[in-house]
């Protein structure tokens, strides 16, 4: 009997809608104030991934769903780095990657803003001797700030952001 109900047990464990947590709201009132403080429109983020293992962006992905929702706080993944805000990086810096990381360093637009994302950008992995590694990131370029965990989850994504953003807008009233 439990078998026949049980895909719409399962229906409606799914329809349910998540619900924000009171630190995530406050999160996401936070960095919505600040984008709007700090950019003329939206928060334009450019992506790159270095050579991970793909867990760091999915989480970056999770932002983008409706619990988190990024994009209504003013957070917009963009495809072209000229029009990026800040360049996100994730994963080992490879060598095969170093040159495509590198022609994207030097298209941001002025001031860089850089970010890492994940334990594997501040080395903390096992492979790192290996030929197929150029070396940490922060070796090649300028990271401004690094987001850690392995991988990090979207409250710890929203709060280096909102860190790097409140950083960002001290400096500039400074």
Do not use: W
Not at 82 to 103: F, K, Q, V, W
């Amino acid at each position: 009997m439990y078998n026949i109900f049980q895909n719409k047990i399962n229906q409606n464990r799914a329809m349910r809608k998540p619900k924000a947590d009171g630190e995530l709201s406050r999160l996401q009132h936070l960095l919505k104030e600040e984008i709007k403080r700090n950019f003329s429109s939206k928060l334009k983020l450019y992506i790159i991934d270095t050579g991970s293992c793909g867990a760091c962006e999915v989480e970056l992905e999770a932002l983008f769903n409706p619990l988190y929702g990024a994009d209504r706080l003013g957070m917009e993944v963009v495809y072209n780095i000229r029009e990026a805000d800040i360049l996100l990086l994730t994963g080992l810096l490879t060598e095969n990657m170093y040159p495509i990381c590198s022609d994207a360093y030097k298209n941001l637009k002025e001031p860089k803003h850089i970010i890492s994302i994940g334990d594997c950008m501040m080395f903390n992995v096992a492979f790192k001797d290996t030929f197929a590694i150029k070396g940490q990131a922060d070796i090649h370029f300028k990271i401004e700030t690094h987001i850690g965990g392995c991988p990090p989850d979207p409250k710890t994504l929203f709060r280096g952001i909102l860190k790097y953003l409140q950083a960002l807008n001290e400096k500039v009233l400074s």
